[in-house]
């Protein structure tokens, strides 16, 4: 789904529930580039155009409105230590994009400059949700309804160089930073509404603070990079062929000043389309394709899987003697790794040249398999047990190129295996020890077979992914 910068970072940030702090550097600002107030002009008169642009879209450049801008559905699923979340979004509106304030604009021809700094005195968010999930690993979140997302105070900033080659001009520096003050959330029947539903609210906006400091450096190096590759390509283009267009407009302006309006345009709508749904489509397709392809025939490598030998040592009193004894589970197998499935809609960022995609997975069916036995004193009872999987949570990331070709498997994480419910047989007069064996396998399914599945599935599948190149566009 292609969105402009401002778009793509505040509904991470909103997804996440952040509270963004840091700005650019000014140490990033050359000591030598003294400003050029005529070039200063003419780009916030190019800037302001936009702004209005803005308001009706342009269809030239396949820019959609941008304010209000109208997103259809968003999935958006959060597994990390201070929260799990399932989040569901409708007919989602951003407001105000357009009400943004030029606060400081460095432009010089002679060091192929540019430096700005935006401001927004405020973003809104409205939409239809519905989630569900846990904070702290303890409260339960729960709800659906309309919800209103407020963030105010946002600043961005932007640095961008020219440089030259032997033959060519090109983007040798661009630097991009998002903050923003404050972030209000509400959502209508949130935990079935009341006192509570307000307290907990206002707790919701910081609950994602750490995990966006550590995705934001990522975020923006995959955002500066796509876009320099983007402004490059254009400034190596013969301009006939770039912007036709614009030939008109520019033909009583310099050339350099030619350059920075198509560096300024290629900054604000490189990343923009209309087509949310075929992408959308086209991503989610891909995903049970790739699934149904690398999972066909993979029996005895990922399905079943083998699993570590299991022991633990306990003490038990019986008949007031302490006894030693060891509890031991061998010839372990999980079965149905292969019957994972697409849950829920495909997280798509287009970066312009390269697409991010992002997918929550569920397994159909999955059980576990050992074999067993209780020792005490070096006797005892041999076992079985079976374990049925009754939940999980894997995700899965997947980089391609926009236009189609070889896609790169990034990761596959099994978070966790859940609702595992266990049976144990040939215990006998030893009932007593069902819980412990019980807990010795609970512990190994839930996160090391989770663990070691996911490597092995992983290597599996980047194996598998170079088989099944992104489709094309059919537009």
Known sequence: MKMNIVLVLTLLAIACKVNAIGILSSELVPRNVEPDPDLEKYLREAIENFREQMKVGIPAIKMPVLDPL????????????????????????????????????????EAFFLAINLTLPEINV??????????????PIYGQGYFDINATDIRIAGVGKLGFT?????????????????????????????????????????????IFSVYKPLILEKIEGSLTKKINDKLNKKKKLIFS?????????????AFILVTVTCLFSAVFSSAVDELQQRAN??????????????????????????KKSFEREIAFVKVKGE???????IFGLSSMRRKGNVTCIDLDDMLIMSTQLTFKKLH???????????????ISMNAKVGGSKVSMFIAAPAEGGKAELMSFTINKLQD??????????????????????????????????????????????EKVPFPKSTE
């Open 70 to 109: 109208q997103l259809k559905n968003l999935d958006i699923n959060i597994y990390e230590n201070l929260a799990t979340m399932n989040l569901n979004i409708k007919t989602l509106t951003v407001r105000n994009l357009s009400n943004f304030n030029i606060t400081y604009l460095n432009p010089n021809l």
């Open 126 to 139: 409205h939409g239809q949700y519905k989630v569900d999930g846990k904070l702290l690993k303890i409260l």
């Open 166 to 210: 032997a033959d060519a001009m090109e983007m040798s520096l661009l630097k991009l930073d998002l903050v923003w003050n404050h972030l209000s959330v509400f959502m209508d029947n949130f935990l079935g509404g009341g006192n509570f539903s307000n307290v907990l609210q206002r707790v919701i906006p910081n609950v994602g603070r750490d």
């Open 245 to 257: 267009s614009f030939l008109e407009l520019l033909s009583k302006i310099s050339e350099m000043k």
């Open 285 to 310: 397709d891909y995903i049970d394709d790739f699934i149904e392809k690398a999972t066909n025939g993979s029996g005895g490598f990922i399905d079943p899987l083998p699993l570590d030998e299991l």
């Open 327 to 333: 509890a031991k589970l061998y010839d372990g197998q």
């Open 368 to 382: 576990a398999t050992y074999k067993g036995a209780l020792l005490l004193n070096d006797a005892g009872p041999s």
């Open 420 to 465: 595992i419910r266990i049976s144990i047989f040939g215990l006998g007069p030893w009932g007593w020890a069902a819980s412990f064996i019980s807990t010795l396998a609970l512990n190994a399914l839930e996160k090391p077979v989770a663990k070691t599945a996911s490597i092995k599935i992983m290597d599996h599948f980047k194996k598998e992914i």
